[in-house]
């Protein structure tokens, strides 16, 4: 278990998820609902989900200001100016420390200057906008509700703004060349956003897409395409200056994301809202009221997706609990994620350093001044490294 994570506190870094779109996009299997589905009005879900924040915060422990906030999806734009009101009302009742990352995901199909403006006297720091590429032909494919003009527009909007702006981008995408993909990443670059993240396209069963590939209509992701594009990223991005500091994060220097580092660090989260997770130490779990057994040292919760149970003050959520060992090698997992990896000190388990030393042997990982990271290989299969240090073998 983590050294920081033994005494109760409220977690500082808070995750809002507000499960709702435009429409489905063809590819995803996220836990959200189109607009017209949804059994409230936008207005009403935002007020939930602020309730849901303030109780938590309220079930027996410290309070302290969050560090950070990251309001995700789903795509949060589409509660208008809702969206502004929550945050307010979050800083009304939790309060922010000074310096705080607010950061809200963005669709560029819901997201306008007046907006923007709103969020930016709410006190939003950072947006994240979900553009995936800047080619039509690839957005029609992916069932995305823009198009590219539109998502220029809406970065032009981010950063004239003065908030900072990160782009989503895809690749692996049936029929995306690679000409395209180097044009899309030429594109985010030109854009002036401080943060890129970088996704390769995952085939989810269920999915319009995953029933074209079935029906033999459009061609299954090709994973070695995927990989070189990922590659021919990595290059043109720290070539331009950016930093890759996490599998898929690129961000110029003082722009990485601080909320997502704490995910990949170990570090208390919670979570409001339909399909929502955190994360606690037992500690911390105890002091809210949940019961939970002697050998557990880390406590994991998956709230219902579902807008009835999930949206209560004391949501229904699935549990998982984690003993010492396994909340250790779950660090070590993810901070493997992280390019500057882990210290060797922090690998107390002699198992897990038996599995570093071998996926060395496998050139996929390697101890460097005093820490295990990731080679460029490894990277490209992290989820080998991933599975072998959760098994310990
Ligand atoms: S915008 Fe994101 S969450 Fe919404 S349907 Fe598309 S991929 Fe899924």
Redesign the pocket.
């Known amino acids: 278990m983590s050294k920081g994570n033994d005494t109760a506190r409220t977690p500082v870094h808070l995750y809002v998820h507000v499960p709702v779109?435009r429409?489905?996009?063809a590819?995803?299997d996220?836990f959200?609902v189109a607009v017209f589905d949804l059994p409230m009005s936008t207005a009403e879900l935002a007020e939930a989900l602020t309730r849901q924040a303030v109780a938590w915060s309220a079930r027996g422990l410290d309070a302290r200001p969050l560090e950070t906030l990251y309001v995700g999806?789903?795509?949060p734009t589409i509660l208008g100016p809702s969206l502004a009101t929550l945050v307010s009302s979050l800083r009304e009742c939790l309060g922010f420390a000074e310096g705080a990352e607010i950061t809200i995901e963005a669709?560029p199909d819901s997201l306008d200057d007046r907006l923007v403006d709103l969020l930016a006297e709410a006190g939003v720091t950072r947006v994240s906008l979900?553009v995936q590429s800047f080619h039509d032909d690839v957005l029609r494919l992916l069932?995305?509700p823009h198009d590219a003009s539109r998502a220029l527009a809406a970065a032009r909007t981010v950063r004239e703004s003065g908030l900072a702006l990160s782009l989503d981008v895809m690749c692996g995408i049936p029929g995306q060349s690679m000409g395209s993909w180097v044009a899309s990443l030429e594109y985010a670059i030109a854009t002036g956003a401080q943060h890129v993240s970088v996704y390769p396209l995952s085939l989810e069963s269920g999915t319009p897409m995953a029933a074209e590939v079935l029906l033999g209509r459009l061609a299954e992701p090709d994973p070695d395409v995927a990989a070189d594009m990922m590659t021919a990223a990595c290059e043109i991005l720290t070539r331009e200056g950016f930093t890759h500091y996490e599998i898929s994060n690129y961000a110029r220097p003082g722009f990485e994301s601080r909320h997502n580092t704490a995910y990949w660090s170990g570090k208390e989260y919670t979570g409001v809202g339909p399909g929502a997770h955190g994360m606690l130490s037992a500690t911390t779990a105890r002091a809210a009221g949940l019961v939970v057994p002697d050998e557990v040292a880390r406590v994991r919760y998956a709230i219902a997706c579902d807008f009835t149970y999930g949206l209560d003050e004391a949501p229904r959520a699935d549990i998982e609990t984690l003993s010492a060992q396994e909340a250790a090698r779950e660090d070590v997992m993810l901070g493997l994620r992280m390019m500057a990896g882990v210290t060797v000190a922090s690998v107390e388990d002699a198992e897990l350093t038996a599995v570093l030393e071998r996926m060395a042997g496998l050139g996929l990982t390697e101890c460097v001044d005093g820490r295990w990271r990731l080679t460029a290989r490894g990277w490209l299969l992290g989820n080998e490294v991933f599975s072998a240090v959760w098994a310990g073998e």
């Open positions: 779109c429409l489905k996009c590819y995803c996220f959200s999806g789903g795509t669709n979900g069932g995305r």
